[in-house]
């Protein structure tokens, strides 16, 4: 089928009480292990893009890919703008053809924050796409954006309730003590702050850096109001160790087909046993 908005698998998943998986595509090879994946679990499923990885792969190239994978799935697939930095870089990406963007104002004041968002969500709703915002401060690593701990701010509840009534956004990605990239402990979440606001808003909340959470910390934060859950690093780990290996074994291998078939074969195990435990699985 073709591309799908985030709205009706997000509004789904709010209701059934799972997330939906966004997997961040940096290739080929990332695509298909997304689609593979999610195709196999009869999962809805979201391919998510970065500008730095749109900048990578080509625009163009990322939206023709997307849009094959799409037709040739008869699970809802969605293609969204991972942390847009602009109106107009969401503008952008939506006229390229993207079915979903994020607009991440989450580095500005609350009030400019608020303005920039309802501009986008505006724009996006006019033309059928969804529309993810954040509040509070993601902490870590994702492309060239770098957060240190010092600086990484908890969503305020009432703040972001207010959010996303002043916003209209389809998602809302809050801070509540995950990380983008790896992890130096153990992350724990605030499962708090996600049921206090979860229980006050229509919408399911975001949890991004996905990567290395614990399961039993997933399955509580999805019980208590996420909807959505963001994964990149654990398969970009998945295809690097699988190459590091097969190179470590044969010095003398050439044909990336026979390194980067068992990477994305190792990816696609990662997304399945995502998305089991995330319980999208035979929700499409
Ligand atoms: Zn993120």
């Known amino acids: 089928m073709p591309l799908v908005s985030m709205t009706e698998m997000l509004k789904a998943a709010k209701a059934g009480k799972y997330a939906v998986g966004q997997f961040n595509m940096n290739n080929l090879e990332f695509t298909?292990?997304?689609?593979?994946?999610?195709?196999?679990?009869?999962?809805p499923v979201i391919l998510g893009v970065s500008e730095g990885a749109a900048k990578y792969m080509g625009l163009e190239y990322a939206v023709a890919m997307a849009k094959v994978a799409a037709e040739q799935a008869t699970v809802p697939v969605a293609l969204h703008?991972?942390?847009g930095s602009s109106f107009e870089v969401a503008m952008k990406f939506i006229r390229a053809g993207f079915s979903?963007?994020?607009?991440?104002?989450?580095?500005?004041?609350?009030?400019?924050?608020?303005?920039?968002?309802?501009?986008?969500?505006?724009a996006a709703h006019a033309m059928g796409v969804s529309v993810e915002g954040e509040l509070g401060t993601i902490g870590g690593t994702e492309d060239?954006?770098?957060?240190?701990?010092?600086?990484?701010?908890?969503?305020?509840?009432?703040?972001?309730?207010?959010?996303?009534?002043?916003?209209?956004v389809d998602a809302l990605a809050i801070a509540v003590g995950s990380a983008h990239g790896l992890y130096k402990g153990i992350p724990k979440l605030r499962?708090?702050?996600?049921?206090?606001?979860?229980?006050?808003?229509?919408?399911?909340?975001?949890?991004?850096?996905?990567?290395?959470?614990?399961?039993?910390?997933?399955?509580?934060?999805?019980?208590?109001?996420?909807?959505?859950?963001?994964?990149?690093?654990?398969?970009q780990v998945a295809l690097?160790?699988?190459?590091?290996?097969?190179?470590?074994?044969?010095?003398?291998?050439?044909?990336?087909?026979?390194?980067?078939?068992?990477?994305?074969?190792?990816m696609k195990e990662v997304i399945r046993s995502k998305i089991r435990l995330f319980g999208s699985n035979q929700k499409a």
């Open 32 to 43: 298909k292990a997304i689609i593979e994946a999610a195709e196999e679990e009869q999962s």
């Open 81 to 83: 703008l991972d942390h």
């Open 144 to 168: 060239d954006i770098s957060v240190d701990e010092a600086n990484a701010r908890l969503a305020d509840p009432k703040q972001a309730i207010e959010f996303y009534k002043l916003t209209g």
């Open 240 to 266: 690097t160790n699988t190459i590091r290996e097969i190179f470590a074994k044969d010095a003398k291998v050439y044909d990336p087909r026979k390194y980067l078939g068992p990477g994305k074969e190792a």
């Open 100 to 122: 979903s963007v994020m607009i991440d104002g989450s580095h500005h004041p609350f009030e400019k924050n608020v303005e920039i968002t309802k501009k986008v969500v505006e």
């Open 191 to 235: 499962h708090d702050i996600i049921e206090a606001v979860s229980k006050e808003i229509d919408i399911p909340l975001v949890l991004h850096g996905g990567s290395g959470i614990p399961d039993d910390e997933i399955k509580k934060a999805i019980a208590a109001g996420i909807g959505k859950i963001n994964v990149n690093t654990e398969n």
